[in-house]
């Protein structure tokens, strides 16, 4: 196996697949990069066994020469080492040649270097997966999608499917739902191209923070296909595959109340801003307590006291406050994740009494809820 490649490419290739290889995985092949080299171009491969990552390099780009191949091969390379070479080399002209036994030499402008490869055959086979339950998203709303619903996983082992995002299709939409048991957020959207029927999958957290990491920030379009073990998306030349959850994940649709005693309209970024400020005193072993309260007038009341600390109040204009006057403390850290995930927009938020879950959403759509718990404080 013999072939050129333009560093930068290669580069950026090696970032995308690293981020599936982990140095804890039991299986040792497994610390390494696939690197597959034919007349079309190259596919890189890592994985962790959870998550595999492909990308593949055309040989040719828009009339230009990115790959020349010699002689076409398969090689597993040490990640670590190898991303770190590559990164470092002196020239954006890279020469990689396999010789017999797996000795691999690559050079650039006056640097060689030599490294101890691994049979490519002793690499788990990427999972086969077919296209029946396939449908599209753009990629900047599949990035929105996850960055609305992830943060709400929980990170706790102690319910497995609970570190996972439940991904439901059916009548004509996609719904996405994270609870950690304390707090819950959904988010609806409704899509052309999904397949006939009803299914589910639960996404691990993990993977779908590291894919949105890899996704391009565009209208281009990613194929989702799911299987009962496995999902994959599908972008340009990215292959992203992750394992799924087992377990049936909990019916959270009983969770969202279907009535509300106060409801309160206020601009979404001032009370995240006066959370946070709030936050600044709460103690931390006490979660991070924060209190809200409304009055006669169309005010809210943010505070929070500390006995060690001190105390902070502020008064906070509401555009409109409806129903019984409620005083309620919750999780400033959750709220403050809730609020960014609708981001900035004017906010609806729906009590249910000082105990009782309370629903956030926006005031211009529903695609979007978040459900907190609150907090008892005596």
């Known amino acids: 196996m013999k072939f050129e490649i333009k560093r930068e490419r290669l580069v950026e290739g090696l970032n995308d697949v690293m ?13 390494g990069i696939k690197m597959d080299v034919s007349a079309e171009g190259m596919r890189l491969t890592g994985s962790d066994s959870d998550i595999t990552i492909q990308s593949f390099i055309p040989a040719e780009e828009n009339g230009e020469q990115i790959i020349r191949v010699a002689q076409g091969g398969s090689i597993v390379l040490q990640a670590k080492v190898f991303g770190e070479i590559i990164r470092k080399l002196p020239t954006n002209d890279v020469e990689i040649e396999i010789t017999g036994n797996f000795q691999t030499h690559i050079r650039s ?3 060689e270097f030599h490294l101890i490869g691994l049979d490519a055959l002793d690499y788990p086979q990427l999972p086969d997966i077919q296209d029946d339950r396939l449908f599209t998203i753009p990629a900047d709303l599949l990035k929105s999608i996850i960055r609305e619903t992830v943060f709400a996983v929980s990170s706790s082992e102690t319910r497995p499917v609970l570190t996972g995002v439940h991904w439901e299709v059916k009548d004509g939409e996609l719904v996405c739902v994270a609870t950690d048991s304390h707090r819950l957020a959904r988010r609806k959207t409704k899509l052309e191209t999904l397949p006939e029927g009803e299914y ?8 779908l923070t590291e894919l949105n990491k890899i996704l391009d920030d565009t209208s281009d379009a990613v194929e989702i296909v799911m299987t009962n073990q496995q999902v994959l998306f599908k972008s340009k030349h990215i292959l992203f595959f992750s394992r799924l959850l087992e377990g049936n994940y909990p019916d959270t649709s009983r969770l969202i109340p279907s009535e509300h005693k106060t409801m309160v309209t206020v601009n979404g970024r001032s009370l995240l801003q006066a959370i946070d400020r709030a936050s600044l005193l709460a103690r931390e072993e006490r979660n991070n307590v924060v209190r809200f309260s409304t009055n006669s007038g ?20 509401a555009q409109s406050i409806e129903g ?16 960014k995930a609708i981001d900035g927009q004017d906010v609806v938020i729906q009590f249910t009494g000082a105990m009782r ?20 404080t005596y």
Do not use: C, H, W, Y
């Open 324 to 339: 019984e006057e409620l005083k309620i403390s919750f999780s400033a850290k959750f709220m403050m994740d809730a609020l």
């Open 298 to 317: 169309n005010e809210v009341e943010v505070s929070s006291n500390s006995p060690e600390v001190g105390k902070v109040e502020e008064q906070l204009q």
């Open 357 to 376: 879950p309370f629903i956030l959403k926006s005031a211009l759509d529903d695609s979007i809820l978040q459900l907190i718990l609150p907090v008892r």
């Open 109 to 111: 402008g006056k640097s």
């Open 200 to 207: 589910s999958v639960v996404i691990p957290g993990k993977s």
């Open 19 to 31: 981020k599936a290889v982990s140095s804890k995985t039991t299986i040792p092949i497994l610390t």
